[in-house]
């Protein structure tokens, strides 16, 4: 990459301006604004610039493609949510599937019925994946096109849910890769820079066909699941490894593994049972698990345990506290990965540090989710997406999405996390477990929360500095830039260098009313 000098840039809590020089797609200096060069410059005029932003935990396939599919979120029953999908039912509609996505039947008065959906569709093949991806409602029309067998519920869960999920995703490569790259420019756009994509399938292969036909928005760490642990062991794959011929964007992630349900399908394993009955399911047991992670460990490949009941939690803690105490000799840091944690028994708060697991957690899954855990997890609550708490006994937090679960948007994850409301009127909930907004930039950063020389130049530039705006403003801040080492991958027009810019800009408007620093407090338009 060419040299490039972005002049006056703020960082997060600072006062005082500095110019950023970035070398081959490396930081190379951080100057007193003004210093001379030869290098071509942008005026950035106060703006912030924080390291770029990782979104630890996405589904990139099933996000690409919820976007072509119809919201079921707005339905607080099944009832309702049949009346959405007799709206999709029109004379032009052909007899391919129909796929509606995001409802969240355990909040429901009512339940799901097979005879529901047969008669609002019509006939018509129709599946609709719970917001969790753990559960997919259908009809039988469609139960029959897919040669599945489904109860008087209508309801698959768990891995029939996910077969069918992966099933109903088999689209040509073409298609799939241009949703993908549009979801990717959008990823960019937030500021993020890379993911970790946990998507259900051998993740590579794709990966490397589409960086190999272009796609450049993002840095991708591709999990492997187990299924595939066999194949990624005799091809010699290991955590962190950049695969050949795809720039550098492309990298061998963590070793994933499910080992309990959701709590929208109430499957996550619990130690007290569900207001409907039961605890949930444990799909691997202690054991199981240990010699799992025994192998990942051995093989090079970092676990990632997917746990969210907290029976489940102390199940993956002790199966790395057995490891651990086996493989003394060759300590591994971090011993690994417990994907969402999302409840939690008291006693398990401190292991994570003690073992060296890093809790991967969806803090807007906190408020999207907060109906259903006052219903099904009330007497511990309190224990539910407890970010202070793991931070205090002194945990590592990783933040992400787990989209389509949640939006792709590490924003509106570090408010939830930093605020524990949305700007939509409700009360937040439980604030006791708020974290500050440098923790949940750090978690959202891989611990990065200021620029140093020797950093990659992966950035992102915002309108305001994250740690002074408004709750509400935090929520939707204003990304003006994203750079990969150097190269703009949103707000290309920006970051053109020129002698000086001259842009219109809107110095005050009622999106961000607080913004200051270098800029004038005004409401009208001026030229620079």
Known sequence: MPDLVLRSVMQPGD???SDLHISDGVITQITHVGTTTDAPTVDLEGRTVIPGLWDEHVHMT???????????SAAASAREALEIVRAQITPAAKPTPLIGVRFRDAIWADRPTLRGLDEATQGYPTALISHDLHCVWLNSAAAARFDVHVDESGLLREQAAFDLTIALGQLPDAEVDVLAAQAGSLAAARGIVGI???EMTWNRDPWQRRIGNGFDALRIDAGVYLADLDRALVERMHTGDRIADTRGLLTVGPLKMLIDGSLNTRTAFCVDEYPVGGHGVLTVSE??????????????????????????????????ERVGTIGRDTPISP???????????GQDFARFARLGVTASVQPEQALD????????WAAGADRVFALRSLLDAGATLAFGSDAP??????FTAMSAASSRARSDGREPWRPDQVITRSQALAASTRGRTRLRVGDVADLAVLDGDPLQVSDAVFERMPVAATLLAGRATHGAALLA???RPTRTVQTRSPLWPEHSGSRRSSWCRHTR
Do not use: S
């Open 196 to 198: 970790v994509d946990f």
């Open 335 to 345: 011993a690994g990965r417990i994907e969402h944690a999302q409840f939690l028994q």
């Open 62 to 72: 099933q996000w690409a493609l919820a976007g072509a599919r119809f919201d079921l």
């Open 15 to 17: 006062t005082t301006l």
């Open 369 to 376: 989710d907060r109906d259903a855990i006052e219903l099904n």
């Open 497 to 499: 260098p020129r002698e």
């Open 287 to 320: 054991d199981e698990l240990t010699d799992i992670l025994l192998r990942a460990r051995q093989a090079g490949l970092l676990p990632a345990v997917h746990a969210i009941g907290d029976a489940a939690n102390t199940v993956a803690l002790n199966a790395f």
């Open 405 to 410: 679960v949640a939006p792709l948007d590490p």
